[in-house]
């Protein structure tokens, strides 16, 4: 259950409908800026709406004047505004603002939830706003609980990344499991567990990006009285694979003792793998002795979450690296990158791009944070990735002619042992 924040501010307009109070005009605000602390929303040179709302948070319907209002959206204590746009407030109508997408491309919506029409009984009416950086077009699926989407239509289909929300869809009353996949197919990218939804009601599912290249989560916000909702965590997350050990066989990788990855060479690595969310232990074995597990790595995969996990060292001494990968877009004309020291013969490595030193000392079994360097969508940018032993002008690993497509996300590997040493760049998203 999502936190919920109140605030009562003056103003008061006339006017009434099915979600609204009467003689009111109401703003419910929802952040969903997964890269920022906290949000903070003034509605023109007014005192802020709201400070210190934090991600997946969101408040109850709160007073203000209807008319035209420039709405201006700072993060954590930056004073420069994240979005500076004017709006239009129905007088005597309740809305929802929702601040979705990563401080360097974030998004306002406006929705007006205030229906003249109640739903017929034994339904509910439902529609979809989908803010999921990187998608396109969504299905969502309200079914009853295991149902098989294989023969099964969606009930709000076709969603495009926008700041208007769908229309609303008239669905039968009762208890049902939200799914979400790309528009067209039954790849599910987001999956909950069982939900009740009340007659005559309206709802809407705000669809959102937490760091996925692929997955998506889902707040749902009920149109009531007060403004209530919650966020629905999403039962699915996804991990790949590297294989920077020097056992001299491909690698056999299983997830709690079933298998889900089959020979990944030396330098390999897997596409991500979709699973539950929550602990597991993933098991690894050569592929020349199968039945034995070399190594255990224990996991927490977050919801909607993207996992990256390095297995190097030798027979004996393996050891896993896991990195939570953040695969949202990077700013305007920018990719994303790091660095991964997975080469036990290398205790610390200096990583320089184009020969400038931007990661002193990144120790064996460790990342470097993320940067972001200059790229664009042609692929006309290429790079110069070199890696010395820290503190010296001894390099070890070179990696020339790299091109970076600008919104992805890159993480380039050092795997091997001295001078077979090599780089490994990977394509995140």
């Not at 007088?91 to 029409?117: H, K, R, W, Y």
């Not at 990583?351 to 990661?359: A, H, K, L, M, R």
Request: charged letters at 10%.
């Amino acid at each position: 259950m999502i936190a919920l924040c109140w605030i009562a501010l003056a103003g008061c307009d006339s006017g009434n409908g099915v979600g609204a109070t009467p003689n009111a005009t109401r703003l419910r605000i929802v952040n969903l800026v997964p890269n920022a602390t906290f949000i903070t929303v003034t509605l023109d040179n007014d005192s802020p709406v709201v400070t210190g709302l934090g991600f997946q948070q969101l408040t109850g319907y709160l007073q203000v004047t209807g008319g035209t209002r420039e709405f201006k959206v700072s993060f954590d204590n930056n004073q420069t505004f994240i979005i500076d746009r004017s709006f239009i407030i129905v007088i005597g109508s309740d809305n929802t603002f929702v601040v979705s997408g990563p401080v360097e491309e974030t998004a306002g919506s406006l929705l007006i939830d205030t229906q003249l029409l109640l739903p017929n009984g034994g339904t509910f009416d439902a529609r979809a706003l989908n803010t999921a950086t990187g998608s396109i077009l969504l299905d969502v699926y309200l079914t009853p609980p295991g149902t098989d989407l294989t023969a099964t239509a969606p009930s709000i289909f076709n969603v495009p990344v926008s700041a208007a929300a769908s229309p609303f869809f008239a669905v039968n009353t009762g208890d049902y499991e939200i799914r979400v996949t790309p528009s067209g197919t039954k790849e599910v990218i987001y999956d909950t567990g069982v939900v009740s939804f009340g007659d005559k009601t309206f709802v809407e599912l705000v669809i959102y990006s937490t760091g996925s290249s692929r997955l998506v989560d889902v707040a749902l916000l009920n149109i009531d009285s007060d403004g209530t909702g919650q966020v629905m965590p999403n039962l699915l997350s996804e991990f790949k694979l590297l294989n920077a050990s020097s056992l001299g066989s491909p690698l056999n990788v299983f997830l709690d003792g079933n298998l889900v990855l089959a020979n990944v060479p030396f330098a390999g690595v897997s596409s991500y793998q979709i699973t539950t969310a929550g602990a597991h232990q993933i098991q690894v074995q050569a592929a020349s002795t199968p039945g034995a597990n070399l190594l255990t790595i224990p996991v927490n995969l977050g919801p909607a979450a993207d996992t990256s996990v390095a297995v190097s060292g030798s027979a004996g001494a393996l050891q896993g690296l896991v990195l939570s990968d953040n695969n949202l877009p990077a700013g305007l004309s920018h990719a994303r990158i790091r660095f991964v020291n997975a080469s036990p013969d290398f205790p610390a490595l200096d990583v320089y791009i184009n020969f400038v030193v931007q990661f002193p000392n990144v120790v064996t079994n460790s990342a470097s944070p993320y940067t972001e360097i200059q790229a664009d969508l042609s692929g006309s940018v290429t790079y110069e990735f070199d890696f010395n032993l820290a503190g010296t002008t001894n390099r070890v690993v070179s990696v020339p002619g790299v091109v970076v497509i600008a919104n992805k996300t890159y993480t380039v590997y050092v795997v091997g042992s001295g001078a077979a040493a090599q780089g490994v760049v990977v394509a995140d998203d």
